[in-house]
C-alpha cells in the first residue's frame, strides 16, 4: 500500500478550515447579581470561536469613561482580557443601551468598535448591525439624535461615574424585562434587511429586538440574534449558521443554514 503523502499530493492534503466567529447581542447586564453575566463569562470562557462580535446592549446602560473600570461588570470584562491573551479578536456594534463604550473598552481592552462591521465568509457578503437602524418612527430618531449629540456627551463626561450610573439607569429603566413580542419593529427589520440585501450584502445579522430566529427571505438571508436575557442565544458562523441556545454549560443547536 502506498504511503499516504503518495496517495495524496501535499498541496491536496492541507485542509482549510474556515474561521469561526462568534455573535451576541442584548444581554442587558445589570451587574454583579444578574446571573447572565456568570452565563455569559461561561460562554466566552469555553468557545472555540476565533473572533466574538459583540451586537449592541450587552449592558443595560454603559457610558464609558477614562480610568474608570466598573467593578458591577468586573468578570466580563475580565473575560474580554482572557479572551485577548488567547489572541481572541473582540468587536463590538454600538447599541441603543452602549454606544459610549469609551477608552476602558476600546483602548486597555482592545476591543474595536463600529456601527457596523461587514464581513465575507465562504463567498458571501455578511452585514453586521445592532438592529435599530430598522426603528425609523420620530419618536426613536429623535431619542437617539440626543443621546448621541454633542450637548448630552458633554453633560455626561463632566459628572462623576456614580452620577452617569444612576441617570444611565434611570433613562434604561425596566425595558430588559419587558421585550415582548413586536410586530411592528419585526417587520421593519425585515423591510430594512431587504434593502441591504438589494445593495449586495447576502446576510444580514442584527438584534435589538429580542426575537431569535433565522430567516430565507426572497432577497437574502435574515439572522436575529435575539437576546442573552430570557432566551440565550448566540449565533456561530462558520461555512453555516448556527443559531444556538446556551444552558447547563453547553450550547445547543436551534437552527442552522448553509450561507450560499
Not at 504511503?3 to 442587558?28: E, T
Not at 466566552?44 to 450587552?58: I, N, Q, R, W
Request: overall charge negative; charged content about 25%.
Amino acid at each position: 500500500m502506498l504511503p499516504f503523502y503518495r496517495l495524496f499530493p501535499l498541496d491536496a492534503a492541507i485542509l482549510v478550515y474556515p474561521m469561526k466567529r462568534l455573535l451576541i447581542s442584548d444581554a442587558h447586564l445589570t451587574g454583579l447579581q444578574d446571573p447572565n453575566q456568570a452565563l455569559l463569562v461561561d460562554l466566552l470562557m469555553k468557545t472555540d470561536a476565533d473572533e466574538v462580535y459583540f451586537l449592541g446592549d450587552v449592558f443595560h446602560f454603559w457610558w464609558g469613561q477614562a480610568g474608570y473600570r466598573d467593578p458591577d461588570f468586573e468578570p466580563f470584562l475580565s473575560a474580554i482580557e482572557r479572551l485577548r491573551e488567547r489572541q481572541i479578536s473582540c468587536h463590538w456594534v454600538r447599541g441603543n443601551h452602549d454606544f459610549h463604550l469609551g477608552p476602558v473598552l476600546e483602548e486597555d481592552l482592545g476591543v474595536v468598535v463600529a456601527d457596523q462591521f461587514r464581513l465575507t465568509i465562504s463567498g458571501a457578503e455578511v452585514l453586521l448591525v445592532h438592529g435599530d437602524e430598522a426603528d425609523r418612527s420620530f419618536g426613536y430618531r429623535l431619542t437617539k439624535a440626543v443621546l448621541r449629540g454633542r450637548v448630552f456627551a458633554g453633560l455626561m463626561n463632566r459628572l462623576s461615574p456614580e452620577r452617569v450610573k444612576f441617570i444611565g439607569q434611570k433613562m434604561a429603566g425596566s425595558s430588559r424585562d419587558h421585550m415582548g413580542s413586536n410586530t411592528r419593529l419585526l417587520l421593519a427589520q425585515e423591510e430594512w434587511a431587504t434593502a441591504q440585501h438589494k445593495s449586495g450584502v447576502d446576510v444580514v445579522v442584527l438584534g435589538h429586538s429580542h426575537a431569535p430566529g433565522i430567516s430565507q427571505l426572497a432577497s437574502g438571508i435574515l439572522v436575529n440574534l435575539g437576546d442573552f436575557v430570557q432566551a440565550h442565544t448566540y449565533l456561530e458562523i462558520d461555512s453555516e449558521l448556527r443559531l444556538c441556545r446556551w444552558r447547563s454549560g453547553h450550547g445547543d443547536t436551534i437552527e442552522k443554514q448553509r450561507i450560499l
